[in-house]
T-cell receptor, first 114, second 112 residues
Framework: DGGITQSPKYLFRKEGQNVTLSCEQN?????MYWYRQDPGQGLRLIYY???????QKGDIAEGYSVSREKKESFPLTVTSAQKNPTAFYLC?????????????FGPGTRLTVL | EDQVTQSPEALRLQEGESSSLNCSYT??????LFWYRQDPGKGPEFLFT?????EEKEKERLKATLTKKESFLHITAPKPEDSATYLC????WGAGSYQLTFGKGTKLSVIP
């Protein structure tokens, strides 16, 4: 089955720790995105990547880092510099060759800081 | 700056009671307007893309419409399984990054 997978589903982090969230897609999509979702707020863009080995900051990139070494993978690291990391994190991808620019989302990772 | 406002924030309907959700937007030039459904603790599920004013799309009990300033998601004779948060997002022309601007969503509850 084609789709986007995120792992883990739940993640707990202690203060001062870095953690990495996984996002993998087998849809052969070029562009991938990371969003953060907080209660009562719209999805906010953290980072995006349009091609391998290239990525750009979104609206709330501070305290986060990414890499894009493979087309299929776009991991997100939440660093200790992120002051309020507890949130629901969503990965998405888009097929740029299609006539529609629809973003498809993974199931999400819920990160909680202890 | 692109903006999306969804109303109401929450809506409770009796099963079979039709209604509409609103998505008002301001964008420099609309490339596409997207509707998603999100169940608690899950990722958004794509429903519709609308591109130009006057366009309509339907899927089961849902129909999305688009004007130059807003979009409506009409729900006809809803069932309890339609309960979810519905998200609206816009994409502007010139957004080479294919970025979307999302609204905060409307939480729909359908009571049996």
């Amino acid at each position: 089955d084609g789709g986007i997978t995120q792992s883990p589903k739940y993640l707990f982090r202690k203060e001062g720790q870095n953690v990495t969230l996984s996002c993998e897609q087998n849809l052969n999509h070029d562009a991938m995105y990371w969003y953060r979702q907080d209660p009562g707020q719209g999805l906010r863009l953290i980072y995006y990547s349009q091609i391998v080995n290239d990525f750009q900051k979104g609206d709330i990139a501070e305290g986060y880092s990414v890499s894009r070494e493979k087309k299929e993978s776009f991991p997100l690291t939440v660093t200790s510099a992120q002051k309020n990391p507890t949130a629901f994190y969503l990965c998405a991808s888009i097929d740029r060759s299609a006539s529609t620019d629809t973003q498809y989302f993974g199931p999400g990772t819920r990160l909680t800081v202890l | 700056e692109d903006q999306v406002t969804q109303s109401p924030e929450a809506l409770r309907l009796q099963e079979g009671e039709s209604s509409s959700l609103n998505c008002s937007y301001t964008v420099s030039g609309l490339r596409g307007l997207f509707w998603y459904r999100q169940d608690p603790g899950k990722g958004p599920e794509f429903l519709f893309t609308l591109y130009s004013a006057g366009e309509e799309k339907e899927k089961e009990r849902l129909k999305a419409t688009l004007t130059k300033k807003e979009s409506f998601l009409h729900i006809t004779a809803p069932k309890p399984e339609d309960s979810a948060t519905y998200l609206c997002a816009v994409q502007a022309w010139g957004a080479g990054s294919y970025q979307l601007t999302f609204g905060k969503g409307t939480k729909l509850s359908v009571i049996p």
